[in-house]
C-alpha cells in the first residue's frame, strides 16, 4: 500500500517580468523588514492559503492544487492534481501526522516524516511556512523592489524570489514564491489565489 500512494503521489503532483531590485546599502533595513514579518507571522497563529505548487527534484516535475490550513491544534493540506487521482489529505496534530487517499490511511510521526516517506521529499515544512510569510533566516544577500517589498533573497543553501504582493486584510503577502536550490536541482514554486488570515 505505501508503494502504491508513494506511487500515486508522484505521479499525482505531476513569466514574470524582472522586477527593479534595490540592494539595501545598511543592514538594518533588512532587518527591519524581517522584525516587522516575524511580528504579522507570530500574532497570526491561524491562517490558511490556497494555490498550486510545482516541485522539481530527482529529475521529476510534480504540479498540484493545495489547501494548506494551519492552526493551533495542528495543520492540515490538501493535494489535488492529475484527473482521476483524487484528493490527497494531510493531517497533522500532537498525535502524529496522516495521509488519506480514499480508503487507505499511512500514519507517521509528522507531516515531514510523512512527506518524505512517500514523496521522497526533503523539504521541511516549518520551513515553507516561514519562506511564504517571508520570513527567512541567515540571509546571504537580499534586494527589495521598489514598493519596498522584499524580492530576492540567497542563504547558504536556497535562493527565492518573491513578487505579486496583494493586500491581505492590513497586511502585504507575496503570492508568488520560486525557491531554488541549485546544487541539488530542486525548486518550490508556489503561486496562491488566495491567503486566508484568522484573528
Partial sequence: ???????????????CASPVLHVPEKPSQYAQWQQDRVHAWRNHPEWAVHGRVLLQFSGRSHRAG????????????????APG??????????EGASLTHGREQIKAPTINALLRRQLGWEMDMDSLQKWIWG??????????DQAGQLAWIETEEWVLEYSDYRRVGKLIMPFRIDARNESRKHRVLIKLNRWVLHD
Fill in 66 to 81: 493545495f489547501f494548506w490550513e494551519k492552526k493551533l491544534s495542528g495543520q492540515s493540506l490538501s493535494l489535488n492534481g
Fill in 135 to 144: 520570513v527567512v533566516e541567515s540571509p546571504r544577500h537580499v534586494a527589495f
Fill in 85 to 94: 487521482m483524487g484528493i490527497f489529505q494531510i493531517a497533522e496534530s500532537a
Fill in 1 to 15: 500500500m505505501r508503494r502504491f500512494l508513494g506511487g500515486c503521489l508522484l505521479l499525482f503532483l505531476g513569466g
